[in-house]
């Protein structure tokens, strides 16, 4: 069994968008029995949120499989972000870092612009940035809060999608990062599931779409996942019961989930595959 760190954990917060180098314990996400085989060997990979989480582990493993990749993230995580370029020239790769918001469309044609003159292609897009706050009442949610979960959690991946299509080519793949919020609600998280199930839609709507241009469009959902996401989203004493209800008892770890994200990308594994949602969720059958 895979050791990773049990609830309860620690109580803690933070003030958005949140730091992974301010979590205690920090993320997981360098997946040291994962080895690479070269199943991305020469591709370019850009993904949002790439700078903690499920986004960095993902960047690692996307380096370590041969790809070069470009993050984005928000100004205010610059130094998550120069931590995940450090850990991607470690696996011997280039990590190009654009800072910016994904509910901006010019910005998204920015951040695909800048990747294709540094790294002349692309090929693989992850749409993983994400926001979300928690309200024990529905009342609660203010037209402001549901206005920019939407905006960074669907509107970004249209945007991003919008602006990378002109530049994939067949045997390309789109990834989007979905949740059993998605599939199952949460009464906590009404707006974010919300946005979540639309992913699903999205996902499975979109690999019709593009289906005869040979690009692949799949999903994963993860469970829950101890990422900056909950420590600016929850109470303290919510945090700390982050994923203990789980049947393994514990949150699942960045290293854990970032494993799929790979077997998508690569055409060795999936090209078989296109409007799947793959979850990630220890042994919940709620989220089957």
């Known amino acids: 069994m895979q050791n990773e760190p049990k609830s309860p954990l620690p109580a803690q ?71 995940t370029k450090r850990a991607v020239a470690a696996e011997g790769r280039q990590c190009l870092l654009i800072s910016g918001d994904v509910t901006q469309p010019q910005f998204c044609k920015d951040a695909v612009a800048r990747t294709i003159r540094e790294f002349g292609h692309l090929d693989i897009l992850v749409n993983n940035a994400a926001y979300q706050q928690e309200q024990e009442n529905f009342e609660d949610i203010t037209e402001e809060q549901f206005d920019i979960t939407f905006k960074t959690n669907i509107y970004g991946y249209f945007y991003m999608i919008k602006a990378a299509l002109p530049h994939l080519k067949p045997g390309s793949a789109i990834i989007n990062c979905g ?80 494993p799929a994200f790979v077997f998508l990308a690569s055409e060795a594994d999936s090209s078989y595959m296109s409007g799947e949602i793959i979850v990630v969720n220890g042994a919940d059958p709620s989220a089957a």
Request: positive net charge; proline residues 9%.
């Open 13 to 83: 917060s933070q003030a958005k968008p949140g730091l992974d180098s301010e979590m205690d314990p920090k993320p997981r996400y360098l997946a040291p029995r994962y080895r690479g085989a070269g199943k991305l060997r020469g591709k370019v990979a850009l993904l949002t949120g790439g700078d903690s989480g499920i986004g960095r582990s993902v960047a690692v493993l996307y380096a370590r499989e041969g790809a070069d990749v470009a993050i984005v993230y928000l100004t205010p995580e610059q130094t998550d972000a120069e931590e």
């Open 179 to 258: 949740s059993v919020a998605g599939q199952n609600g949460n009464p906590k998280l009404v707006d974010y599931a919300a946005t979540k199930a639309a992913i699903h839609g999205f996902t499975k709507s979109l690999a019709q779409n593009l289906v005869g241009r040979g690009i692949r469009v799949n999903c994963v959902a993860p469970g829950p996942i101890w990422t900056p996401l909950q420590p600016v989203s929850k109470s303290p004493q919510s945090v700390a019961k982050h994923g203990a209800d789980n049947p393994l008892g514990r949150p699942e770890q960045p290293e854990e989930v970032s």
